[in-house]
């Protein structure tokens, strides 16, 4: 009995001087509490703003806003095509850009019968440095360019250590994700600042904003 005395005794003892750590902790618990709130109420924001309450008004006339041609790039598969699908939805006429012209045609016929808009295919390389830009440039002249996606990303075959990249594939990534982009946009720009109107969408990736061990050149490019 006399034992059990003395472990109440040493257990109130320990209690009493634990308090301030536990108040402290306590704090250090409803600082990070709160954090978490705020931050989970802003992203349910965001998301209610970016994809429901657009729903919920009437659609913005993209033609009327922006003009009438879309130009994606690296569009005839995943997020491109899906790009391309859906502006189309909303009518306006579609240029498509990816190295496949058997891709780009069948695409582009089917975006045209479907959607009723005008189409129109370009065959190239953003992966060949300076290369695609003159023929790109030239289809794009006296074509009233609304929106630009800068869509074309290519990745790691799997993750890596950077310095087991080889220089091809990190030409290749620097070439195909980050000089299309500002190329692009070099060739589309001054016709949109002209008609004080126009749209671009630069498309990125999660690995841009957060540490991305062995992804590190495509987390830089994106
Ligand atoms: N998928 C994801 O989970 C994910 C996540 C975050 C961000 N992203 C970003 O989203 C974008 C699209 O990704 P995705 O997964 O939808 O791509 P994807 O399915 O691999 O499609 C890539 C498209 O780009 C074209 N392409 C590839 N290399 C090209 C080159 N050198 N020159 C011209 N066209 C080329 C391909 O067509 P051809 O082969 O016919 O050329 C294809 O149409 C990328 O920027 C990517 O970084 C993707």
Same mark, same amino acid.
């Given at each position: 009995?006399?034992?059990?005395?003395?472990?109440?005794?040493?257990?109130? *003892?320990?209690?009493?001087?634990?308090?301030?750590?536990?108040?402290?902790?306590?704090?250090?618990?409803?600082? =990070?509490?709160?954090?978490?709130?705020?931050?989970?109420?802003?992203?349910?924001?965001?998301?209610?703003?970016?994809?429901?309450?657009? &729903?919920? +008004?009437? &659609?913005?006339? #993209?033609? %009327?806003?922006?003009?009438?041609?879309?130009?994606?790039?690296?569009?005839?598969?995943?997020?491109? &095509?899906?790009?391309?699908?859906?502006?189309? %939805?909303?009518?306006?006429?579609?240029?498509?850009?990816?190295? !496949? %012209?058997? &891709?780009?045609?069948? #695409?582009?016929?089917?975006?045209?019968?479907? =959607?009723?808009?005008?189409?129109?295919?370009?065959?190239?390389?953003?992966?060949?440095?300076?290369?695609?830009?003159?023929?790109? %440039? *030239?289809?794009?002249?006296?074509?009233?360019?609304?929106?630009?996606?800068?869509?074309?990303?290519?990745? =790691?075959? =799997?993750?890596?250590?950077?310095?087991?990249?080889?220089?091809?594939? #990190?030409?290749?990534?620097?070439?195909?994700?980050?000089?299309? @982009? !500002?190329?692009?946009?070099?060739?589309?720009?001054? +016709?949109?600042?002209?008609?004080?109107? +126009?749209?671009?969408?630069?498309?990125?990736?999660?690995?841009?904003?957060?540490?991305?061990?062995?992804?590190? @050149?495509?987390?830089?490019?994106?």
């Amino acid at each position: 009995m006399a034992a059990v005395d003395r472990f109440h005794l040493l257990y109130r *003892e320990i209690s009493r001087s634990c308090s301030v750590y536990l108040e402290t902790l306590a704090l250090v618990g409803a600082w =990070y509490a709160v954090r978490k709130c705020t931050s989970l109420a802003m992203d349910t924001y965001s998301m209610l703003r970016l994809h429901l309450i657009p &729903k919920l +008004g009437s &659609k913005v006339d #993209l033609v %009327k806003q922006y003009g009438k041609w879309a130009v994606i790039t690296g569009s005839t598969d995943g997020i491109g &095509k899906a790009y391309a699908e859906e502006l189309a %939805k909303r009518g306006v006429n579609i240029i498509l850009i990816s190295r !496949n %012209k058997e &891709k780009l045609e069948a #695409l582009s016929k089917t975006i045209s019968e479907t =959607y009723e808009v005008e189409t129109l295919f370009i065959v190239a390389d953003f992966s060949k440095g300076r290369e695609p830009y003159p023929a790109i %440039k *030239e289809a794009l002249k006296d074509r009233e360019i609304g929106i630009l996606v800068n869509n074309v990303g290519i990745f =790691y075959s =799997y993750p890596d250590y950077f310095t087991n990249l080889s220089e091809d594939i #990190l030409w290749d990534m620097i070439n195909v994700n980050i000089t299309s @982009a !500002n190329m692009m946009t070099r060739i589309v720009l001054p +016709g949109m600042v002209e008609k004080k109107r +126009g749209a671009i969408v630069n498309v990125s990736s999660a690995s841009c904003c957060q540490p991305t061990p062995m992804l590190t @050149a495509y987390g830089a490019s994106k």
